[in-house]
């Protein structure tokens, strides 16, 4: 079975400072996709990043950077100079890539970012 | 905006009483899905649609059921609302290909069940 551990469930931050959230994942696949999203306070979740289990490249997208390493199982997120609009719920999850039976995603539990002004 | 409806956005019914969601797309994707949000846990799914008529079970299915008639249209019933169903849904679509098979949520429907 699947399972995607967030082991910080609220991360609280002055603006301008960076933060890393954490994500470790179990999978018996040897192919596979992580993902990040973002729920904003107004509810929507917006999507993020897509990552597959054959590119350990790090990416960057702006002030967003994604980390993953194969080796501990962990795809970790981190925002350079917060600011107040990075306020949000932050969640990991885990696929597999199987086409036929759609990717049905495991979610971790979510870790809250509270960026104060 | 991948085109995804979801309806009603808030509902509150009596436990023991039927009720349906609906998840509306316009952009005619194969896939489709319905999580449910509850606090420590993450979005859980509930059911799965990969075409008209085919669906199966995600993790947490007991006390729900769905159907997929068109393309378009995937609803989720609850058959007796119970007060462990109190929860937000989510509703997903994805194409799974392997390039596209990212999924793109609903708004979300907050159901409470008193």
């Known amino acids: 079975a699947q399972k995607v551990t967030q082991a910080q469930t609220e991360i609280s931050v002055v603006e301008k400072e960076d933060v890393t959230l954490d994500c470790v994942y179990e999978t018996r696949d040897t192919t596979y996709y992580l993902f990040w999203y973002k729920q904003p306070p107004s509810g929507e979740l917006v999507f993020l990043i897509r990552?597959?289990?054959?590119?350990?490249q790090n990416e960057i997208s702006g002030r967003y950077s994604w980390n993953f390493q194969k080796s501990t199982s962990s795809f970790n997120f981190t925002i350079t100079a917060s600011q107040v609009v990075d306020s949000a719920v932050y969640f990991c999850a885990l696929s597999e890539a199987v086409e036929a039976a759609g990717n049905k995603l495991t979610f971790g539990g979510g870790t809250r970012v509270l960026v104060k002004p | 905006d991948a085109g995804i409806t979801q309806s009603p956005r808030h509902k509150v019914t009596e436990t023991g009483t039927p009720v349906t969601l609906r998840c509306h797309q316009t952009?005619?994707?194969?896939?489709m899905y319905w999580y449910r949000q509850d606090p420590g846990h993450g979005l859980r799914l509930i059911h799965y649609?990969?075409?008209?008529?085919?669906?199966d079970k995600g993790e947490v299915s007991d006390g729900y059921s769905v159907s997929r008639s068109k393309t378009e249209d995937f609803l989720l019933t609850l058959e007796s609302a119970t007060s462990s169903q109190t929860s937000v849904y989510f509703c997903?679509?994805?194409?799974?290909?392997?390039?596209?098979?990212?999924?793109?949520f609903g708004a979300g429907t907050r159901l409470s069940v008193l």
């Open positions: 649609s990969y075409g008209v008529k085919d669906t």
């Open positions: 952009e005619n994707h194969r896939y």
């Open positions: 990552r597959n289990s054959f590119d350990e």
């Open positions: 997903a679509i994805s194409e799974s290909k392997a390039a596209k098979n990212i999924q793109y």
